[in-house]
């Protein structure tokens, strides 16, 4: 009985694997979005696709951030080595240039702009160095493989070591 534990306690626990990790078809703040989470090894690459409809058939957007991590136990802690967006259509690149998203006048479909660090409308994106402290949690349910990551609250806003995060998102990876 001790070893079921222990292993149940290792598959909870276990590091990411590398792969592909997917989160499919959610709306967040009134867009339609999929998230992919590509883990190798020591970098962790978050790519947020933005879509026309609620149901995530015509993407329009992409934004990417690449992270350099260091995992001990639950614990990661993810260091931003770019951010980025990349509009996907002609129709949004116009629209880009016309407000002069991030400072940039000369967005193109399929071309990716680095924005690390830059005020894109009242946003601003992650810059080169920023940290986050976060946690994340391994999950096996009917048959699927589950990963959690740590999210912003009252109790953890992952500025610091010490304030890292205490809660989970709400929606979890897929592993693909």
Known sequence: MMHLFLLLTQLVWAAPQTALYERPCYIDEGDALTTHLQVADS???????????????????????QYNTVTVGTAVDMTVTESSYTPLTEEVAEALNM?????????????????????CDEYKAPNV??????????EQKDGAELLYIGTASADGSGKTPSQRHKKYEPLPFFKR
Not at 99 to 119: A, I
């Open 43 to 65: 970098q962790w690459i978050m790519t947020h696709v933005a879509y026309e409809e609620d149901a995530c058939k015509q993407p329009y957007l992409t934004f990417e951030i």
């Open 99 to 119: 407000v002069r998203y991030c400072d940039y006048t000369d967005w193109k479909r399929g071309e990716k702009k680095v924005v690390s660090g830059y005020l």
């Open 129 to 138: 160095g920023d940290k986050t402290y976060s946690i994340f949690k391994a």
